[in-house]
């Protein structure tokens, strides 16, 4: 399987991103990838107050993507966008993957929220307007096993080895990973994931400045099951590919088989 990971900086204009968006799935297409990824919040990054409306799985932002996944005959993990919560104050943040033929082949509602406090940093309460997701999702993607989840996930490694319990081979990690953090995070969270679940991982991120005042780090990347980093975004949009050798991923976990010794004590 090629996978592409597509890098955005996605602002307040939602047309533009999306269009922008549109643009990395051709390219992604000129690859040969079989699967594209995009990042969290592909369609806005912009104020609070001018955030699109939460729409449902079916609506203008889903369709679109469904659209293109079938004109492009490629499966494409569409981000994550406003999906309809359970009440009028909460969204939920949704990454939908569609087939070749453009259908809805899963659906995975971010489990959790980045609620942070660094002084003189950062100050972001997610769960003020985002209802957390309950359901961990794999999804099989042209004959391999898909674990979904976006960025602040990244964090917490039960969610990952409940993946690759399920049978997941590559993770996917959309996402809007902040520039404070992720300079020391995030490639070694990404690298983590991977060695400690034997699974290859993708990695989709907003990079850059976006309003009001924040900064996304970037550097989306493919790692394998050994924890090596295939290839990496440089600090500009575009798209990031490489081939996931399933037989190499077969062999790393038959010659180090960590996930099959594991035990866990009383």
Same mark, same amino acid.
């Given at each position: 399987?090629?996978?592409?990971?597509?890098? #955005?900086?996605?602002?307040?204009?939602?047309?533009?991103? *999306?269009?922008?968006?549109?643009?990395?799935?051709?390219?992604?297409?000129?690859?040969?990838?079989?699967?594209?990824?995009?990042?969290?919040?592909?369609?806005? *990054?912009?104020p609070a107050a001018g955030a699109p409306d939460p729409e449902p799985l079916d609506g203008p932002y889903a369709t679109a993507f469904a659209e293109l996944a079938r004109?492009?005959?490629?499966?494409?993990?569409?981000?994550?966008?406003?999906?309809?919560?359970?009440?009028?104050?909460?969204?939920?943040?949704?990454?939908?993957?569609? =087939?070749?033929?453009?259908? #809805?082949?899963?659906?995975?509602?971010?489990?959790?929220?980045?609620?942070?406090?660094?002084?003189?940093?950062?100050?972001?309460?997610?769960?003020?307007?985002?209802?957390?997701?309950?359901?961990?999702?794999?999804?099989?993607?042209?004959?391999?096993?898909?674990?979904?989840?976006?960025?602040?996930?990244?964090?917490?490694?039960? $969610?990952?080895?409940?993946?690759?319990?399920?049978?997941?081979?590559?993770?996917?990690?959309?996402?809007?990973?902040?520039?404070?953090?992720?300079? =020391?995070?995030?490639?070694? #969270?990404?690298?983590?994931?991977?060695?400690?679940?034997?699974?290859?991982?993708?990695?989709?991120?907003?990079? @850059?400045?976006?309003?009001?005042?924040?900064?996304?780090? @970037?550097?989306?990347? *493919?790692? &394998?099951?050994?924890?090596?980093?295939?290839?990496?975004?440089?600090?500009?949009?575009?798209?990031?590919?490489?081939?996931? &050798? #399933? &037989?190499?991923?077969?062999?790393?976990?038959?010659?180090?088989?960590?996930?099959?010794?594991?035990? $866990?004590?009383?």
């Amino acid at each position: 399987m090629r996978v592409a990971v597509c890098q #955005l900086n996605s602002r307040a204009d939602r047309s533009a991103n *999306l269009a922008a968006a549109r643009e990395l799935l051709k390219q992604a297409v000129a690859t040969g990838a079989d699967l594209a990824v995009l990042p969290e919040y592909t369609d806005y *990054l912009g104020p609070a107050a001018g955030a699109p409306d939460p729409e449902p799985l079916d609506g203008p932002y889903a369709t679109a993507f469904a659209e293109l996944a079938r004109e492009h005959r490629m499966w494409v993990a569409a981000g994550s966008f406003r999906e309809l919560g359970p009440d009028p104050g909460h969204s939920y943040n949704t990454c939908p993957v569609f =087939d070749r033929t453009g259908a #809805l082949a899963a659906a995975y509602r971010k489990i959790h929220r980045y609620d942070v406090q660094i002084p003189g940093r950062v100050s972001f309460r997610e769960s003020a307007t985002v209802a957390a997701g309950e359901t961990v999702v794999t999804v099989d993607v042209a004959g391999v096993r898909v674990g979904l989840s976006i960025c602040y996930d990244l964090r917490f490694p039960e $969610l990952y080895r409940r993946l690759a319990s399920d049978g997941a081979q590559l993770l996917l990690v959309p996402a809007a990973f902040m520039l404070h953090t992720g300079r =020391d995070h995030w490639s070694v #969270l990404l690298r983590a994931r991977a060695i400690e679940n034997q699974c290859y991982v993708a990695a989709a991120a907003q990079f @850059g400045d976006h309003e009001p005042g924040r900064t996304c780090y @970037g550097r989306s990347c *493919l790692i &394998d099951p050994w924890g090596t980093v295939l290839a990496q975004a440089p600090d500009q949009a575009g798209v990031t590919v490489a081939d996931l &050798d #399933l &037989d190499r991923l077969a062999r790393i976990r038959a010659e180090l088989p960590s996930l099959a010794n594991r035990r $866990l004590p009383d």
